[in-house]
């Protein structure tokens, strides 16, 4: 038996207990982060950012890759909306800026509007929650939630009202497909 394992175990269920019991994070979390952040930062840069923007949900914790910025969070507010944080070493924001739209060739216009697609509309908690749950029942216990959005539901699209990207439990990453009703109608997985 490899005690050390063992123990390293025990911490970690035990953290996870104490920050449940202390409400730490209370639902903050959506999804890990990458692996170039460690986690007890990526806790810090998520909760620093989250402050930033007024509450909402971690969704990516990345290492910032310009000058001056040692991390990137992307943030779901309440609302639907996503906003993209940077922050410094110091966990200090260095900018807040909402998530640009694509518009219909899939490019981003930053400060434009309109030429918006459908899947740029924010869900309602109800349709959030029936589409993670049947996305992640899709995939299996264990999964995560890596994004969610509305479909147009045309071309190749035809009837899809929601798109999933899930990770399971083993690491895979999952695009899983839902109608109006909530109905899986593919799942693929990403290679």
Known sequence: MNIA?????????????????????????????????????RDRAGTAAVQAVGGGTVVDVEAGDDDGEAYEVEIRKDDGTEVDVTLDENFAVVTQEPEAAETEDGETEDGETGGTEAGDRALTDAERTSAEQAAIAAVGAGSTILSLEASDGTGDDAGVAYEADVRDSAGAEWDVD????????????DR
């Open 5 to 41: 394992r063992l123990r390293s175990k025990r911490v970690i269920v035990s953290t996870v207990a104490v920050v449940a019991a202390l409400g730490i994070g209370g639902g903050v979390w959506a999804t890990a982060a990458g692996a170039d952040v460690g986690s007890g930062e």
């Open 178 to 189: 839902l109608d109006a009703a909530f109905k899986v109608l593919t799942k693929t997985e």
